[in-house]
């Protein structure tokens, strides 16, 4: 190398290898072919020479020739000079620490969970991997269906990782030393690997280990003997269900080493129990399917738990309980709809209502009064008397909606039960009264508790009720009412509201209370008579349309030309907002899912509206985020110009979560509320059982050996080879002929051979 | 407050010329060329004190006469078309506007005063319908449907005369829009202002003039209420006393 460095100078001193590699790749059929031809030459060249009589002319002329065939072949072999700088590495060792989550689970007898055996054996074997690392590259990572480099492991390590695939794992760590000399693998895990039920490892398992050239032994953390659990397997519930409707749901069970006992399987909403059912648990019998129902109460996405209790020494503890979530809706709007008498108005009412798929009707005509005169006995009648005690007093909350048109009270409903429509209406429900000449002061309802809830007060009048025929005038401030929503655009809207037929019939005396909306009314000079008059009470809305000849709008307007299609979305449009659907909410809070993953982006989004139903721009909102931990935390956010306004925030945690946005309004606290799930994978405690036979076959595939951590094991039998390996840092590369001096040798060979030749008489 | 309110009643109705009181029941007859369209003039009125006396149905007594070209048409979704003799047929405008007043919300009743079986009315109300509902025939109305069981639970169809134990209709989307009886109604019905009937019974007793009754009554009571008594709320009354009614 000393001589390089004198030849090339002092920038080959960093080289310590040099080697000449040749050019070309048929190079045997070079040397070949020089091998024939080159001797024959020379055997012919020899022969010309006999007429030169001195034999030292005739050596040096043949010696000339000699060394220009010696250079020619050198060239046609196109020799390379490669310096390389290499040195030594070390070896190799991984160690796999399997993070997943059935590493917590814990083993028996000693109730240890399985990544402490882990943590406890690597205490131990502390000097062990101490001297190690002197001969050497020990590198740790945590494994589960990935590989992550784990830099401290001192400390225990949290099972956290949903997944355990040992295929993945293996290709990572195949890939990651490609080009690194691998000594061996220590693979601490339970073998629980989700992609193999069985444990015969799969066929690309095998092939993916039988690439390894190292071992790979393999630790057992934990056992199965005695694993004691009792779990909620499997959990089948609809994410939507219907307000008043049972729902049903499809639990698997599963007990293992829990003896014979009766345990309840018990459903919750908050710390409410719903529904409890004891389901007997017997040795020998590990699965069970139990079959629940229940019946949602309110509107909304509701949150409900369902559990088995958890018994001393049970392995998993968090599977004993499984969280849900059930949005509940309205299958239909349950209608109670009370008419006192036949009437154009109620028929065409009814076959709106009738014709609405989401509406669920409950009609009731008063066919006949205590005053007239049937003129048959009532076997000969299809007349059935008024369940007006069921109704009020029994199935009242089970309807959504109640309407009384041109209904007098009197003779059908006790007084009493009246003050049950007020609680009803308090509580959340709906109540809508329709005019007609047995409606409010007509029908006795002044200064009772339907006139407390109702949007206007009655006073008596000359007379309550007038044929007057009118044109509805709609009230400017509430134009954009939802209710007087008849098309999207609001000039086509204008149009059609001023359209529609004339009314007649009309109720007198009635005068809309402070916060109600008197949407349109009859114009009589300069004051608005209430017409169609809304209120919230309570929880509940309220309205009044104090005529009984909307069904103009219907068949009149047929006559006219048109269709009954806006008498049909008005109604629909009264319907929607007495029992205030989301759409008709002042303040509306949503999410952009219905579920989300751990550790996915949760946009909360809300819009809020002005009081006459315009986008409400800068308004400032207080939003409360509940997180699973119990912890809240409190947002101010402000509208935009559309009224709308967005949360982000990161659901780093599974389980349930819940916003709350509050407004203050004029004294008034508008709200809305939603919950929404983050689940987290459970899979690895669907399947928590420790692999033996899987960590057996690894270790076996691979030459490696399989130990069960029953406690802190001594690991310094484990030896590995460790060969020197060296490393190519740097290379370098001079030809050795395609340069001046190898052809300007090449020509001052055959100049001389030329002299020398003609010197001595040849040609 | 309650003065004031008292005031503004008052205001309205000083104000306020008389306006027909369209919520209220009312029964236009059908006036058309040809043939007598009001052989039993008192027939609209009586039916009329019947609904009164008997149900809660609220009714203007007075009838009225109106022709299918009328614009007022569409304020009485029920009409009644009458006679004793053959009429001229419907020209092509007015079968429009009696098609589209049925299609959308009106019920027609037919009456054949004739007491006559294939009288000259009954062929031209055939031809009327054919031309109506060219597409619809016009079918008897089964003992199930709501007309007969509407206010009364009636067994079969009645009149002054029992030409046809049943009524005849056309139903659309569900509905039935036209029903007409070929066994005079209206002289069932018909009573003088001194509360006598104006028509006797033909072949029969009270029992077939009061069945005649019922069936008018079932049949506005239907036109009004539709398909309510099929409600399921009222299915298990209304089966029970039909088996006791038909055991008898």
């Known amino acids: 190398m000393n001589f390089l460095i004198e030849l090339f100078g002092p920038g080959l001193a960093e080289y310590n290898e040099w080697n000449i590699q040749w050019g070309p790749d048929n190079i045997q059929v070079i040397i070949a072919v020089l091998g024939v031809s080159v001797p024959l030459a020379l055997w012919f060249f020899w022969t010309s020479l006999a007429r030169i009589s001195s034999l030292p002319r ?48 814990k083993t028996f007898p000693t109730e240890e969970k399985r990544m402490d055996r882990v943590h406890q054996t690597l205490q131990a074997n502390k000097d062990y991997f101490a001297g190690l690392k002197n001969k050497f590259n020990v590198d740790t990572y945590f494994v589960s269906d990935q590989m992550e480099p784990a830099s401290q492991v001192d400390e225990p390590f949290p099972a956290r990782m949903p997944n355990t695939d040992y295929g993945k794992v293996f290709s990572a760590l195949k890939s990651n ?16 690997d989700l992609t193999h039920s069985a444990g015969e490892p799969s066929r690309e398992l095998v092939e993916n280990l039988a690439g390894f050239k190292s071992p790979i032994h393999t630790f057992q953390a934990g056992t199965n003997e005695s694993f004691k659990d009792l779990s909620i397997q499997s959990l089948s519930a609809p994410d939507f269900g219907f307000v008043h409707q049972p729902v049903s749901l499809t639990v698997s069970l599963n007990a293992s080493a829990m003896g014979n006992k009766n345990i309840p399987l018990v459903l ?67 209608i109670l709809h009370l008419n006192g008498r036949p009437s154009w108005d109620s028929r065409y009412l009814r076959e709106v209502l009738v014709s609405n798929p989401k ?96 949007p206007v007060t009655m006073q008596k009048a000359l007379k ?15 134009k954009h009412h939802p209710i007087l929503r008849l098309e999207k655009q609001e000039v086509s809207n204008q149009k059609i509201w001023e359209s529609l037929p004339l009314l007649n019939g009309l109720n007198l005396g009635l005068t809309a209370k402070p916060k109600s909306h008197v949407l349109f009314g009859y114009k009589m000079k300069e004051s608005l008579t209430p017409v169609l008059v809304t209120i919230k009470t309570g929880k509940g809305r309220t309205a009044v ?136 994978e ?82 | 407050m309650m003065g004031l309110t008292v005031t503004i009643g008052s205001l309205l109705f000083s104000q306020s010329v008389w306006a027909a009181d369209y919520s209220k029941l009312t029964i236009p007859v059908i006036k058309y060329r040809g043939g007598d369209y009001r052989p039993r003039p008192e027939a609209v009125r009586s039916l009329m004190a019947q609904l009164a006396r008997r149900t809660s149905i609220e009714v203007n007594r007075e009838p009225i006469e109106i022709k299918l070209t009328d614009p007022e048409l569409y304020r009485y979704p029920f009409i009644y078309l009458a006679g004793s003799a053959g009429f001229e047929p419907f020209s092509p405008p007015e079968l429009r506007t009696l098609r589209h007043y049925l299609g959308y919300g009106g019920f027609l009743l037919i009456d054949d005063n004739s007491s006559k079986i294939h009288s000259e009315f009954d062929a031209s109300v055939r031809n009327l319908i054919s031309k109506l509902f060219p597409k619809i025939p016009l079918q008897k109305i089964s003992r199930d449907h709501s ?36 066994n005079d109604l209206g002289g069932a019905w018909a009573k003088n202002k001194l509360g006598h009937w104006n028509y006797d019974i033909v072949a029969g007793s009270s029992t077939q003039r009061q069945a005649s009754i019922r069936l008018g009554v079932n049949i506005v009571m239907y036109s009004l209420t539709l398909d309510y008594k099929k409600d399921m709320v009222h299915l298990p009354i209304i089966l029970e006393r039909l088996r006791r009614y038909h055991s008898k």
């Open chain 1, 177 to 192: 030393y490609e080009n690194k000399p691998l000594a061996g693998v220590f693979l601490f895990t339970d073998g629980a």
């Open chain 1, 359 to 454: 509406v669920d009707l409950l009609s009731f005509f008063i066919l006949r009064t205590l005053s007239d005169d049937v003129a048959a006995p009532t076997s000969e009648l299809s007349l059935i008397p008024f369940p007006s005690n069921l109704l009020f007093n029994d199935y009242l909350n089970s309807f959504d909606m109640v309407i009384f048109q041109n209904f007098r009270f009197e003779s059908f409903i006790d007084k009493k039960l009246l003050s049950n429509i007020k609680t009803y209406v308090q509580g959340g429900g709906a109540f809508l009264m329709i005019g007609g000449e047995l409606s409010f002061q007509g029908g006795g309802y002044d200064r009772t508790p339907i006139e407390d809830i109702l």
């Open chain 1, 58 to 105: 005739k050596v040096f002329l043949f010696g000339l020739r000699v060394f220009t065939f010696l250079l020619l072949g050198l060239l046609l072999l196109q020799p390379q000079l490669e310096l390389k700088k290499s040195h030594s590495q070390k070896n190799s060792i991984v160690v796999l620490l399997d993070n997943s989550k059935s590493m917590s689970i």
């Open chain 2, 147 to 182: 007309i007969f069981r509407s206010f009364y639970l009636i067994n079969r169809a009645a009149g002054r005369v029992l030409l046809n134990p049943f009524l005849e209709g056309i139903s659309i989307k569900g509905r039935t829009v036209l029903a007409y009886s070929t």
């Open chain 1, 268 to 334: 919750k909403e908050g710390k409410k129990i719903l529904i409890s059912k004891v389901v007997e648990i017997r040795e020998g019998q590990g699965d069970y399917q139990v079959d629940l129902q229940f019946t949602p109460r309110d509107l909304g996405k509701k949150v409900y738990s369902l559990s088995v209790p958890l018994f001393a020494g049970e392995s998993i503890a968090t599977n004993n309980q499984r969280d849900f979530q059930v949005k509940v809706i309205r299958d239909r709007t349950r």
């Open chain 1, 682 to 763: 459970t899979a690895e405690f669907d399947k928590p059982l420790v692999n033996a036979s899987l960590l057996k076959n690894i270790a076996e595939i691979t030459g490696g050996k399989y130990l069960v951590l029953d406690e802190a094991k001594d690991l310094s039998g484990y030896r590995f080879e460790n060969p020197e390996v060296l490393v190519q840092t740097k290379r370098k590369m001079f030809s050795l002929w395609d340069n001046w001096w190898s052809y300007g040798l090449l020509v001052g060979f055959l100049m001389v051979d030329w002299w020398a030749r003609r010197k001595s008489g040849l040609s």
């Open chain 1, 464 to 478: 309550n009720y007038s044929n007057e025929e009118f044109k509805p005038v709609v009230g400017q401030k509430l």
């Open chain 1, 545 to 680: 349309l104090a005529t009984d000849s909307s069904w103009n709008w219907n068949f009149r307007r047929v006559g006219e030309g048109g269709s009954g299609r806006y008498y049909e979305k008005f109604w629909n449009n009264v319907i929607d907002w007495i029992t205030n659907t989301p759409e008709t909410r002042l303040l509306r809070l949503e999410t952009d899912k219905e579920r989300y993953k751990e550790g996915e982006e949760v946009l909360i989004r809300f819009n809020v509206l002005n009081e006459d139903y315009t986008p409400a721009s800068g308004e400032k909102l207080n939003l409360t985020l509940i997180k699973v931990s119990g912890e809240n935390e409190k947002h101010l956010l402000e509208s935009d110009q559309n009224g709308d306004s967005t949360f982000q925030f990161l659901a780093d945690r599974e389980g349930f979560y819940s916003a709350e946005i509050e407004l203050d309004r004029n004294g008034e606290t508008l709200s809305d509320k939603i919950s929404f799930g983050v689940s987290g």
